[in-house]
């Protein structure tokens, strides 16, 4: 009974949170090309900070991009809505490919998770290293493995060569070693500059052909993304990296194991969750924004967990975003 009431809470915030991000976005939309990382980023936080703060709830972020002596950030702790229930958990990236979005490029969003309170990783904004296969693969993959005896795995999982898979990751040179590992079983590496969210949800999507994500990026994206995985069938694997002693102790405070490999569950442990991506710009995901005639048209992708169905919306809005 518990579960179905929760279950229906947040399936009544659905629409509430796709909101959310469309308004965002809509906001991020001025500074596509502006070459201002920083005022884009204040635009779509503030709106969306703005959105939920309208919201019958009581959301805490409990993994996301900034700190609480970091405004405008959505800070980690802080808390948002207007009533006392029900308590949901966010992870949150106001905009996810900032630095794309504001050379005018392809491959930003503006993107939320959600989730009954206690039921998505509390943790700091730091380095995380992952993996992400697509349902075929579930089951088959090990963080601590070799690459090479991975990819044979969902090679195997997935009734391809291993020449055959086509791994994202991202253009990094902490990735320069890995890079060279996978390409040397054969396997295609597709390189991304930004956009870490979406390249691990692309491989739970059959039409993109995306076999494997792997790679060393931000805690948040890596939330953000199990949760969309989670609800789609897929498998995620994580582990935080701590580059200091001060991220070690944070770490420790917020009872988070650093030592070792974190399964999905403890990354999202339960299908009572959402997750909803609205594009900025053009994407591997969900389309950008588009100007019609003084109005919107905004496009978004909704995974929902207990109906594991994916659903994308096309809004038109009339209102202007803030004019520079």
Not at 15 to 34: M, Q
Request: proline share 4%; net charge negative; with cysteine.
């Amino acid at each position: 009974m518990i579960a179905e009431k929760r279950a229906d809470s947040m399936q009544a915030l659905v629409l509430d949170f796709l909101r959310v991000t469309e308004k965002a976005a809509i906001e991020a939309l001025p500074w596509v090309g502006s070459g201002d990382k920083i005022a884009a980023d204040a635009a779509a936080t503030n709106e969306m900070r703005k959105q939920l703060n309208r919201l019958e709830m009581k959301g805490t972020i409990v993994i996301g991009e900034g700190e609480i002596d970091e405004a405008p950030m959505l800070y980690i702790g802080e808390t948002l809505g207007k009533a006392s229930s029900p308590e949901i958990d966010i992870a949150v990236d106001p905009i996810e490919g900032t630095t794309p979005a504001v050379n005018g490029q392809n491959n930003s969003l503006a993107v939320i998770a959600a989730a009954p309170k206690g039921t998505l990783l509390h943790a700091p904004d730091m380095y995380m290293k992952k993996i992400a296969v697509g349902p075929e693969a579930k089951g088959k993959i090990d963080l601590d493995a070799p690459l090479e005896e991975t990819l044979e795995a969902v090679a195997k999982a997935r009734g391809k060569r291993v020449n055959e898979l086509t791994v994202m990751i991202q253009d990094r040179p902490r990735h320069r070693e890995a890079i060279e590992q996978i390409r040397s079983t054969g396997a295609r590496v597709n390189l991304f500059q930004d956009g870490d969210v979406i390249s691990a949800v692309a491989t739970c999507i059959s039409y993109l052909n995306v076999d494997m994500f792997y790679g060393i990026g931000g805690a948040p994206e890596g939330v953000l993304a199990a949760t969309a995985i989670r609800s789609l069938g897929g498998e995620m694997q994580a582990k935080l990296m701590p580059r200091n002693e001060d991220e070690k102790k944070r770490c420790s405070t917020m009872g988070v194991d650093t030592d070792r490999v974190l399964q999905h569950d403890e990354l999202v442990s339960t299908d009572e969750c959402l997750f909803i991506a609205t594009g900025i710009t053009d994407n591997l995901l969900v389309n950008g924004i588009e100007k019609m005639n003084g109005k919107y048209a905004v496009n978004s992708m909704v995974v929902t967990g207990v109906d594991c169905e994916v659903r994308y919306m096309r809004s038109i809005h009339a209102l202007d975003p803030v004019v520079l």
